[in-house]
């Protein structure tokens, strides 16, 4: 009886320890821009073994904002992006029962000015970082994945370059061709702060993860089949099919970049990472680039997982 007792208490202990030292995620998304960004927090708040202690908005800021009527569904005249990233951040976490995790406010521009600089952007999403990344004990790091621009976190590097050590960052972001070895900036997120990107970029000693938009290009979802799997009585997946409906109806297949980025990292079994140096105008060191992605088994897990109750 005594052995069972020791047994059991070392099982309990295990069980305790092993929720403890759940892995902690901060997910800043841009969820106001397209439909992509709702199908990967919908997936990442109900992945089992993680600790997601963060939801916070991301801006997307951009040049036709300006000079266009309508952004996607939106009208430009009165769109406020972050705004509307952190609506939707809510909406969904609600739909979920999720409100729990914070969802904090982030940037509503790019750090810096137009032309460069590295002024930071303060917000309480970079403010939370912050506070998250020092609570990191020894070895821990806080893992920051990023889904737009980089604005929030490079903020939190920038006000705090004491977090440095406790950050390991995954980013959505940038074209790259590993045949060539040729880094392209010119791409959505980038543009969007291109100053946060080349900040990191630069910024010696960060543990750095790049999905790039070249690699997620192969994770595409079908409209009508995507329509037909989700069942609109689920407020969460009603979310979902809405967002494809208002937002792209035209569209028969949709790249989902965001989701191939957060499912790489769940799932690294199913993606390459390699090695790579960082652009030439850039300092030179060595970043982890996701090379390669298995995006049917994404896709199969995906859809697994959100009909999980």
């Known amino acids: 009886m005594k052995t069972n007792l020791s047994l059991?208490?070392?099982?309990?202990?295990?069980?305790?320890?092993?929720?403890?030292?759940?892995?902690?995620?901060?997910?800043?998304?841009?969820?106001?821009?397209?439909?992509?960004?709702?199908?990967?927090?919908?997936?990442?708040?109900?992945?089992?073994?993680?600790?997601?202690?963060?939801?916070?908005?991301?801006?997307?800021?951009?040049?036709?904002?300006?000079?266009?009527?309508?952004?996607?569904?939106?009208e430009t005249a009165t769109l406020k992006p972050v705004e509307e990233s952190q609506r939707l951040n809510e909406e969904i976490l609600a739909a979920m029962g999720r409100m729990d995790i914070p969802h904090p406010l982030g940037a509503d521009r790019q750090i810096g000015r137009a032309w460069g600089q590295q002024d930071p952007r303060d917000s309480p999403a970079a403010q939370a970082i912050i506070a998250e990344a020092r609570k990191m004990k020894g070895e821990e790091k806080l893992h920051v994945l990023t889904l737009g621009a980089m604005t929030n976190v490079a903020t939190a590097l920038i006000l705090a370059p004491d977090i440095k050590d406790k950050i390991r960052l995954f980013s959505l972001g940038s074209w790259y061709t590993p045949e060539s070895r040729a880094w392209n900036k010119s791409e959505f997120n980038i543009r969007c702060d291109l100053n946060a990107f080349d900040y990191l970029l630069n910024l010696e000693g960060l543990d750095f993860t790049i999905m790039t938009t070249t690699t997620s290009f192969a994770l595409k979802f079908d409209r009508d089949e995507t329509y037909a799997r989700?069942?609109?009585?689920?407020?969460?997946?009603?979310?979902?099919?809405?967002?494809?409906?208002?937002?792209?109806?035209?569209?028969?297949?949709?790249?989902?970049?965001?989701?191939?980025?957060?499912?790489?990292?769940?799932?690294?079994?199913?993606a390459t990472v390699s090695p790579v140096m960082t652009p030439p105008e850039n300092t030179p060191r060595v970043v982890q680039v996701y090379?390669?992605?298995?995006?049917?088994?994404?896709?199969?897990?995906?859809?697994?997982?959100?009909k999980t109750p």
């Open 8 to 74: 059991l208490i070392v099982c309990l202990f295990l069980i305790l320890q092993s929720g403890f030292s759940q892995q902690k995620v901060w997910l800043d998304s841009d969820t106001g821009n397209e439909m992509d960004d709702l199908y990967a927090i919908a997936y990442l708040v109900k992945v089992p073994g993680i600790d997601l202690i963060g939801l916070s908005s991301a801006h997307f800021n951009n040049a036709d904002l300006n000079v266009f009527e309508k952004w996607n569904a939106y």
């Open 230 to 270: 989700l069942d609109e009585n689920v407020a969460i997946e009603k979310i979902l099919a809405d967002r494809w409906r208002v937002h792209n109806p035209q569209d028969k297949t949709r790249v989902m970049w965001d989701l191939a980025l957060v499912m790489a990292y769940i799932h690294p079994e199913w």
């Open 291 to 306: 090379t390669e992605i298995d995006a049917d088994k994404m896709r199969e897990e995906f859809w697994r997982l959100l």
